[in-house]
Nanobody
Framework: QVQLVESGGGLVQAGGSLRLSCVAS????????MGWFRQVPGKEREFVAA????????MYTGSVKGRFTISRDDAKNTVYLQMNSLKPEDTAVYSC???????????????WGQGTQVTVSS
């Protein structure tokens, strides 16, 4: 089992930045692809970004391209989501996930963190 713990969320004004972190423990996470998803009440989790285990492949949902950057530091068992130029519509609970391959479907990930709240005010 892999345990994932997110941190770095908070309240920020529109146009500001936040850096989310997801620390993996309890298993060999270095060979897992990692993804970030977000969810608001009443809606299904939405894909945000993903990165391959090697870090050579990344993918993003269209609404965050050019603003968000996913990266990983295997020495620290940590994946990051740098969020710049934040918009109110980015407000959500952000969760990280681990799986075999970087994919957009939440159903293709095996492990999930509890999430961290990101609130962007206007």
């Amino acid at each position: 089992q892999v345990q994932l713990v997110e941190s770095g969320g908070g309240l920020v004004q529109a146009g500001g930045s936040l850096r989310l972190s997801c620390v993996a423990s309890g298993g060999p996470s270095s060979r897992y692809a990692m993804g970030w998803f977000r969810q608001v009440p009443g809606k299904e989790r939405e894909f945000v970004a993903a990165i391959s285990w090697s870090g050579s492949e990344t993918m993003y949902t269209g609404s965050v391209k050019g603003r968000f950057t996913i990266s990983r530091d295997d020495a620290k068992n940590t994946v990051y989501l740098q969020m710049n130029s934040l918009k109110p519509e980015d407000t959500a609970v952000y969760s990280c996930a681990a799986g075999d391959l970087p994919r957009r479907s939440m159903h293709l990930y095996d492990y999930w963190g509890q999430g961290t709240q990101v609130t962007v005010s206007s």
